[in-house]
């Protein structure tokens, strides 16, 4: 009786899984209605049975999700106000279904962290990283994407996905990460002190002044480090255009930390989870002072002096004004369009199918 019953418990439960995947067409439409100017992506394979002209009942036709990508408009906007860095990184769908999130952070100039994009792919493969590349290629164009600098956790096949797509792209890899996998070979507090202050000298001759000392007491340890290019994790030798010196890839932890729960919930309940926490990642509290569009802005704390308010607060007329700022840049008024059905495609929304 127990065995029946779990049994169709999970029956129910799968079900809601497989039913949100025959929604998501729909979904992506509604998205493109609700936010003009973003990018939706939605990439299926098709049965063979698609390709007659003569469509029967006995015919087998079905469709295969395989990918699905999101680039809000808001997003869009924000970041390119912001300095060019982006973190990329993967995380696992815990789904009957499986499937990997890719996520592409940047800095906003209050350091916080930016959503900018985000894509449900099969598998993380040199083909899925390619494909997100490109698409942000797409939504933001070659010229700012190839002056980005990305930094990422070595994830598999994005190395010979920049080296297809993005030739020579600036790229950063996470120094906690590399830490995690030096410690494996290599322990001590002595040899993890001294690797973070090669990972944060700002000049070549400070790196090689730690580097020393790290090969007079292990050799192999120094062979281990010095194998790895000091660009991709030095600040010695960082470029200084993205005016960001952070040699750890924290915001993207961050939001996959904020979005732990979500990771568990049918396809369409996962997007729509995270076009929130996208929403909420750019409220702006009323104390805090009015966002300026400014690469270069700094963190300014709490508004002005009032003087019934107290210095920690800002007048009503300044609340009112901030919060209906950023709703207007969050979240862009719905503009009529004609009829979009869910297989159209045009500059936005791209229907993708395997041959």
């Known amino acids: 009786m127990a065995g029946r019953s779990r049994q169709a418990a999970l029956e129910e439960i799968q079900g809601a899984y497989l039913e949100q995947y025959k929604r998501i067409a729909d979904y992506c439409s509604e998205l493109l209605r609700a936010n003009p100017g973003s990018s939706v992506t939605l990439k299926v394979q098709r049965s063979p049975d698609f ?31 912001c300095r060019k860095f982006l973190g990329l990184d993967v995380c696992f769908l815990k789904t009957p279904q499986g499937g990997q999130l890719l996520t592409a952070v940047g800095w906003d100039p209050n350091d916080q962290m930016l959503p900018i994009a985000y894509a449900v792919v099969e598998a993380e493969t040199k083909d899925t990283w390619k494909w997100f590349l490109r698409l942000l290629i797409d939504d933001f164009g070659v010229d700012i994407i190839g002056k980005t600098t990305f930094m990422s956790d070595q994830q598999k096949g994005l190395l010979p996905a920049f080296d297809e797509v993005i030739p020579g792209v600036d790229h950063r890899f996470c120094v906690r990460h590399l830490y995690s996998n030096f410690r494996k070979k290599f322990s001590g507090l002595h040899l993890k002190q001294l690797m973070w202050r090669s990972a944060k000298a700002t000049h070549w001759k400070e790196w090689e002044k730690e580097m020393q000392i790290i090969r007079t007491i292990n050799v192999d340890a120094h062979r281990h480090l010095n194998a790895i290019p000091p660009r991709f994790w030095s600040r010695s030798r960082f470029n200084f255009h993205p005016k960001c010196d952070t040699i750890v890839n924290n915001m993207c932890e961050s939001f996959n930390g904020a979005i732990v729960e979500s990771r568990e919930k049918p396809i369409v309940t996962i ?85």
């Not at 006995?58 to 906007?77: D, P, S, T």
């Not at 104390?287 to 607060?313: A, C, E, I, K, V």
Request: net charge neutral; glycine share 4%; hydrophobic share 25%.
């Open 51 to 81: 390709e007659v002209e003569d469509q029967q009942q006995r015919l087998n036709n079905y469709c295969i999700f395989q990918r699905v990508y999101v680039c809000l408009a808001a997003c869009k906007k924000s970041f390119l106000q």
């Open 271 to 355: 997007l729509e989870d995270i076009r929130d926490e996208t929403r909420e990642e750019r409220q702006i509290s009323p104390n805090q002072p009015l966002q300026h569009p400014s690469p270069t802005q700094p963190n300014l704390g709490p508004g002005p002096h009032h003087p019934q308010l107290g210095p920690r607060q800002s007048p009503p007329e300044a609340r009112h004004s901030n919060h209906h700022h950023q709703r207007r840049w969050v979240q862009p008024a719905p503009a009529k369009q004609p009829g979009l059905s869910p297989s159209a495609t045009n500059s936005h929304f791209m229907f993708l199918q395997e041959s």
